[in-house]
């Protein structure tokens, strides 16, 4: 298994897991109010979709982006929500918590595995300058 392989299984685990989280949490957050419940249930789709998508097309570059485009936004998301709320979805800032902050490090963990897949793809695709003996250009 090369470390691409292994990066993109990351990105597949992470999606799966948050998608996991996010959906167990989805009720609770509808208890709270419907935009925040709508957004849990919109990361649980789209992230399970991601998850499938990379499986059964692991050598899409455009899913894997994808999917570093949600993780990134879920993190950033997580971040407003906790400092300063975020209108519509969730107005009030939301207290840490543990588990919260273990889905964000699974997503980040996720984040760079796409960062790591991606850049692999990029150099792979860009063709290599020849460069003569003993040049340093």
Same mark, same amino acid.
Request: charged share 10%; proline share 7%; aromatic share 2%.
């Given at each position: =298994?090369?470390?691409?392989? *292994? /990066?993109?299984?990351? +990105?597949?685990? &992470?999606? @799966? #897991?948050? !998608? $996991? ?32 998508? =990379?499986?059964?097309?692991? *050598? /899409?570059?455009?899913? +894997?982006?994808? &999917?570093? @485009? #949600?993780? !990134? $936004? ?42 790591? +897949?991606?850049?692999?793809? @990029? ?15």
């Amino acid at each position: =298994m090369t470390p691409r392989d *292994t /990066s993109l299984r990351l +990105v597949i685990l &992470a999606c @799966a #897991v948050s !998608a $996991g989280i996010h959906g167990a949490l989805t009720p609770e957050h509808l208890a709270e109010g419907i935009g925040a419940g709508l957004g849990f249930l919109a990361a649980t789709a789209l992230l399970a979709a991601l998850a499938v998508a =990379m499986s059964l097309s692991p *050598t /899409s570059g455009a899913t +894997v982006a994808a &999917a570093g @485009a #949600v993780l !990134a $936004g879920l993190i950033v998301s997580y971040g407003l929500a906790a400092t300063t709320g975020m209108p519509v979805l969730h107005p009030e800032p939301e207290p840490v918590e543990g588990l919260a902050i273990v889905t964000k490090l699974v997503e980040a963990i996720g984040l760079l595995g796409a960062g790591y +897949v991606l850049a692999d793809t @990029a150099r792979a695709v860009v063709p290599r300058i020849h460069r003569p003996k003993g040049t340093l250009a």
